[in-house]
């Protein structure tokens, strides 16, 4: 197996080998997609990519599905049960891309699988579990064998990835809640996460992951606002220079920034209240202004 740490706007990567062919667990951001196939071909050695997986649908975890698909055409992709209908008919709402104002490539899904069941990946068997709270699609897998847990962004070293449900008005704390506490319940040896470097020291992690969310819990616009400045970061990772108009004008199409406002700032004005957030980066050392340019930090 083949660990490999990205930077944050693509998710990290599981390779399986066999003597054969290979597994993938997930795929990363579509801009990173050439250097995700370079950095398979070269750990492949002449095997076949022939198995996808995705733990769930963000975009920076399958939005290599396509050009690898692309790169070895036999390749047989795997969501969850969930959200299949939604892939095989491109629902691109439904699948979270238009809501984030993020752009995701179309693939084609091969099979399914859900919490309950066992996946074989290049002759390494995987118990399928839930882990709702992040997303309510998104899939651990556990190798009870050698205890290897994939958490995806249900756990990370230092915390979690953004509730998204809250931000739809839906009760989602409690489910990050329950899912950490599954993942005490397995004991895993060590967790690679969906971000981050993976991980030995789980009572820890565990440990800073539920004291972020009772912070959440108690204020929860302190989680909308954390949520809105990732949805622009996020962005801003991809084109690293932006312009300020260029990021208002993206901003006021992106349906969760708009819930964001209603939920938590309705008396504020939108383009102030996005001038805050990019404010909130730049204090923050995320990023900095330069003229009428947002950069990357």
Not at 51 to 74: F, K, M
Not at 263 to 270: I, P, R, V
């Amino acid at each position: 197996m083949h660990f490999l740490e990205r930077g944050w706007l693509s998710s990290n990567n599981l390779l399986i080998l066999d003597s054969e062919g290979a597994s993938l667990v997930d795929s990363g951001f579509w801009t990173h997609a050439d250097q995700t196939i370079q950095l398979v071909k070269t750990l492949l050695q002449g095997r076949l990519l022939d198995t996808l997986v995705n733990t769930h649908l963000h975009s920076d975890h399958c939005g290599g599905n396509s050009a690898l698909q692309v790169a070895w055409p036999e390749l047989n992709i795997g969501v969850a049960k969930s959200q299949y209908a939604d892939v095989v008919k491109w629902q691109t709402n439904e699948l979270s891309y238009d809501v984030t104002g993020q752009y995701c490539p179309q693939f084609t899904p091969h099979f399914s699988f859900s919490a309950g069941e066992a996946l074989e990946l290049s002759g390494t068997g995987w118990d399928v579990y839930t882990a709702a709270g992040h997303d309510p699609h998104s899939l651990l897998l556990f190798q009870k064998e050698n205890g290897i847990l994939i958490t995806a962004d249900a756990l990370w070293k230092n915390g979690f990835g953004v509730v998204f449900p809250e931000l739809e008005g839906q009760s989602a704390f409690e489910d990050v809640m329950t899912t950490l506490d599954f993942i005490e319940s397995l004991n895993p040896t060590i967790c690679l996460p969906g971000h981050g470097p993976m991980f030995s020291d789980v009572e820890n992690a565990l440990s800073v992951a539920r004291s972020r969310c009772e912070f959440f819990i108690k204020n929860p616009q302190k989680h909308a606002t954390y949520a809105a400045k990732v949805l622009i970061k996020y962005r801003l990772l991809e084109l690293q220079r932006w312009s300020l108009n260029g990021l208002q004008s993206w901003a006021s199409g992106v349906p969760y920034l708009k819930q964001i406002r209603e939920a938590y700032y309705s008396k504020k004005d939108f383009t102030l209240m996005i001038s805050e957030l990019i404010q909130g980066l730049v204090d923050s050392k995320a990023a900095q202004v330069e003229g009428d340019f947002l950069y990357n930090l």
